[in-house]
């Protein structure tokens, strides 16, 4: 009895002394370049991992919620470096920190400005029509709209846990959106506070999420004082927990209109998946999404459940499209063991035959206007900035 | 005895809220006279904006602190009925394992509940109304007679920013177009 109350209390002491001197930790280290910004939006290029990557260029949306670094959180955690590794010619945007001027961007200006325009310069930079969109939670919700907006750039389509039918009780958000009056936040705040809707998400699971989380931090912490590899293995606990910890509350603040549009037409009214929601002039009709579909989910995702995802596949007129469904949650599809083993690489399968040039069946060079030798001197290591 | 601790937290603050909407309520209520009219009667609004706040405030708390005390006795049956023998420090594990279960689950019944969802919508709209008037009343009674800049201010430029962008943004667009209509004549369309 004495010598487990020693052992836990041992665990406790390796675990704050690893955070008096905390491990140097980066997020988003796969090599980049900013090929193209506007106001606080950047268009990141990734230095592609082969000579010759597949000619069709992927672009990924990331939600507005949220940093897009979850999806290149660490090395062996990495979407992005699977796709690389893959073959991909990878593209993504980082939305930045919403602050005063931008409380009256819509979701329109969001759609048929940034994206266009980001697509618009991949189009460019790869001298083809038409490129593969890869939205991811409420930036897949973002692809949809825009696919059926602008379905003559869009090569294929791929959602990854992304909503588009609102109308469920399967998750807590879904339930609580629909009581909560959005006018009066916007009008008082402008701009939504990121730290406002963590602390919805953490509602969500209050003990877990606030409690269990770090006591299991400290479970995981080894006492063999006298071995190296163990303390190596304890610094990596203590990197790996502060890189997560790091994305969950690096939140942006919401752009006010947007989020006012995205509640009350999305969650509110479940317009998208009905055909009768409006982004500048223009009535989304998601049958005028005729691309490849690839629509991704996680099965015990708490913040989209599947039923909020599922309906696109018959929503889209497209003939070729795919569903996945893997055993994980929201983030562990990004950052989980199955993301790498399995999530990744199916994705990866079913891109690669639609991601070469109709009629070639080879790989072509991508198009930059610089040596890969120049490019990847000029990358940076880390795209993560500080608000 | 559980249950009659909230009743009587409940009681209480019924008792004052009925007191106060019988008496000062009503007086606040009060048209208000002279040339500070305008001023008292927006002044005056905020006290039945916290009364109904401080009202929605009270029934989310109830209803909380409910599920606390039902979260609090299924760890007390669980761990009578889980948990026997000497007491020693795996016990505590198991005990802790037993309340983390315990409480998120009967929170998340809670949480999940059409009930809840409509306290905090209720609760959030009252708050951000109550937010919304004391920002009002520091711009009224202390920055705009210092001559300061107020938030209506900065978010009229910021909408007025706003549209310039969206419009340069647009002729910035329009003006591409033309010129790839006729490049020839791209210095003069510049």
Same mark, same amino acid.
């Given at each position: 009895?004495?010598?487990?109350?020693?052992?836990?209390?041992?665990?406790?002491?390796?675990?704050?002394?690893?955070?008096?001197?905390?491990?140097?930790?980066?997020?988003?280290?796969?090599?980049?370049?900013?090929?193209?910004?506007?106001?606080?939006?950047?268009?990141?290029?990734?230095?592609?991992?082969?000579?010759?990557?597949?000619?069709?260029?992927?672009?990924?949306?990331?939600?507005?919620?949220?940093?897009?670094?979850?999806?290149?959180?660490?090395?062996?955690?990495?979407?992005?470096?699977?796709?690389?590794?893959?073959?991909?010619?990878?593209?993504?945007?980082?939305?930045?920190?919403?602050?005063?001027?931008?409380?009256?961007?819509?979701?329109?200006?969001?759609?048929?400005?940034?994206?266009?325009?980001?697509?618009?310069?991949?189009?460019?930079?790869?001298?083809?029509?038409?490129?593969?969109?890869?939205?991811?939670?409420?930036?897949?919700?973002?692809?949809?709209?825009?696919?059926?907006?602008?379905?003559?750039?869009?090569?294929?389509?791929?959602?990854?846990?992304?909503?588009?039918?609102?109308?469920?009780?399967?998750?807590?958000?879904?339930?609580?959106?629909?009581?909560?009056?959005?006018?009066?936040?916007?009008?008082?705040?402008?701009?939504?506070?990121?730290?406002?809707?963590?602390?919805?998400?953490?509602?969500?699971?209050?003990?877990?999420?606030?409690?269990?989380?770090?006591?299991?931090?400290?479970?995981?912490?080894?006492?063999?004082?006298?071995?190296?590899?163990?303390?190596?293995?304890?610094?990596?606990?203590?990197?790996?927990?502060?890189?997560?910890?790091?994305?969950?509350?690096?939140?942006?603040?919401?752009?006010?209109?947007?989020?006012?549009?995205?509640?009350?037409?999305?969650?509110?009214?479940?317009?998208?998946?009905?055909?009768?929601?409006?982004?500048?002039?223009?009535?989304?009709?998601?049958?005028?999404?005729?691309?490849?579909?690839?629509?991704?989910?996680?099965?015990?995702?708490?913040?989209?459940?599947?039923?909020?995802?599922?309906?696109?596949?018959?929503?889209?007129?497209?003939?070729?499209?795919?569903?996945?469904?893997?055993?994980?949650?929201?983030?562990?599809?990004?950052?989980?063991?199955?993301?790498?083993?399995?999530?990744?690489?199916?994705?990866?399968?079913?891109?690669?035959?639609?991601?070469?040039?109709?009629?070639?069946?080879?790989?072509?060079?991508?198009?930059?206007?610089?040596?890969?030798?120049?490019?990847?001197?000029?990358?940076?290591?880390?795209?993560?900035?500080?608000? | 005895?559980?249950?009659?601790?909230?009743?009587?937290?409940?009681?209480?603050?019924?008792?004052?809220?009925?007191?106060?909407?019988?008496?000062?309520?009503?007086?606040?209520?009060?048209?208000?006279?002279?040339?500070?009219?305008?001023?008292?009667?927006?002044?005056?609004?905020?006290?039945?904006?916290?009364?109904?706040? =401080?009202?929605?405030?009270?029934?989310?708390?109830?209803? /909380?602190? *409910?599920? &606390? !005390? #039902?979260?609090?006795?299924?760890? %007390? +049956?669980?761990?009578?009925?889980?948990?026997?023998?000497?007491?020693?420090?795996?016990?505590?594990?198991?005990?802790?394992?037993?309340?983390?279960?315990?409480?998120?689950?009967?929170?998340?019944?809670?949480?999940? =509940?059409?009930?809840?969802?409509?306290?905090?919508?209720? /609760?959030? *709209?009252? &708050? !951000? #109304?109550?937010?919304?008037?004391? %920002? +009002?009343?520091?711009?009224?009674?202390?920055?705009?007679?210092?001559?300061?800049?107020?938030?209506?201010?900065?978010?009229?430029?910021?909408?007025?920013?706003?549209?310039?962008?969206?419009?340069?943004?647009?002729?910035?667009?329009?003006?591409?177009?033309?010129?790839?209509?006729?490049? *020839?004549?791209?210095? #003069?369309?510049?």
């Amino acid at each position: 009895m004495k010598e487990a109350n020693l052992i836990d209390f041992e665990k406790f002491k390796r675990g704050m002394e690893l955070f008096l001197e905390p491990p140097d930790f980066s997020v988003g280290t796969t090599p980049s370049e900013i090929i193209f910004t506007e106001d606080k939006m950047k268009l990141i290029h990734y230095i592609p991992a082969v000579e010759k990557p597949y000619a069709v260029p992927v672009l990924v949306v990331y939600a507005l919620v949220n940093r897009y670094y979850i999806l290149d959180l660490q090395p062996d955690k990495s979407v992005i470096k699977k796709l690389l590794d893959e073959g991909f010619d990878v593209y993504i945007i980082d939305w930045g920190y919403p602050s005063g001027t931008d409380r009256y961007l819509t979701i329109d200006d969001y759609v048929n400005g940034y994206i266009n325009n980001a697509v618009d310069k991949i189009k460019q930079r790869s001298g083809l029509d038409t490129i593969t969109l890869f939205g991811v939670c409420q930036g897949g919700t973002f692809s949809v709209m825009y696919a059926a907006l602008h379905p003559e750039k869009i090569k294929n389509l791929v959602t990854l846990v992304s909503p588009v039918n609102f109308d469920t009780d399967k998750g807590l958000l879904h339930i609580w959106a629909r009581s909560l009056d959005v006018d009066k936040i916007v009008d008082y705040y402008g701009i939504v506070p990121g730290d406002f809707l963590n602390a919805g998400f953490l509602l969500t699971d209050p003990f877990r999420l606030m409690i269990d989380k770090y006591v299991g931090l400290f479970e995981k912490i080894e006492c063999e004082t006298d071995d190296g590899q163990c303390e190596l293995r304890n610094e990596e606990t203590v990197k790996n927990f502060l890189r997560m910890e790091k994305w969950i509350f690096d939140s942006p603040d919401q752009a006010g209109e947007t989020f006012r549009q995205f509640f009350k037409d999305c969650y509110q009214k479940n317009l998208l998946i009905k055909n009768k929601m409006v982004i500048g002039k223009t009535t989304v009709d998601l049958k005028k999404i005729s691309m490849p579909l690839l629509n991704v989910m996680a099965e015990f995702d708490h913040l989209v459940p599947n039923e909020a995802s599922k309906p696109l596949n018959d929503a889209v007129s497209s003939s070729d499209k795919e569903m996945l469904v893997f055993p994980t949650g929201h983030i562990g599809i990004f950052v989980g063991s199955r993301s790498q083993k399995d999530v990744c690489p199916r994705i990866s399968e079913w891109l690669k035959p639609r991601s070469i040039l109709n009629g070639e069946g080879e790989k072509r060079p991508i198009q930059t206007g610089k040596k890969r030798s120049e490019r990847k001197r000029n990358s940076r290591t880390s795209r993560v900035n500080k608000k | 005895m559980e249950k009659s601790n909230f009743e009587s937290t409940q009681e209480i603050f019924d008792m004052w809220l009925k007191t106060y909407e019988a008496t000062f309520g009503r007086i606040v209520e009060m048209p208000a006279m002279g040339p500070t009219r305008e001023r008292s009667e927006k002044m005056m609004k905020g006290f039945s904006l916290f009364a109904e706040l =401080s009202s929605t405030w009270m029934d989310s708390n109830v209803n /909380f602190q *409910s599920v &606390f !005390m #039902e979260a609090m006795r299924r760890v %007390r +049956e669980k761990t009578a009925n889980e948990m026997e023998g000497e007491i020693n420090p795996e016990k505590y594990k198991e005990f802790y394992r037993i309340w983390i279960e315990t409480y998120s689950e009967t929170f998340k019944e809670f949480l999940k =509940s059409g009930h809840f969802a409509s306290d905090m919508g209720k /609760f959030m *709209s009252y &708050f !951000m #109304e109550f937010q919304k008037f004391n %920002r +009002e009343m520091l711009e009224e009674n202390y920055l705009k007679p210092m001559n300061l800049p107020t938030k209506t201010e900065i978010d009229e430029i910021n909408k007025e920013l706003y549209s310039l962008k969206k419009k340069v943004k647009e002729l910035d667009r329009v003006i591409k177009e033309l010129s790839l209509m006729n490049p *020839s004549n791209k210095d #003069e369309i510049l």
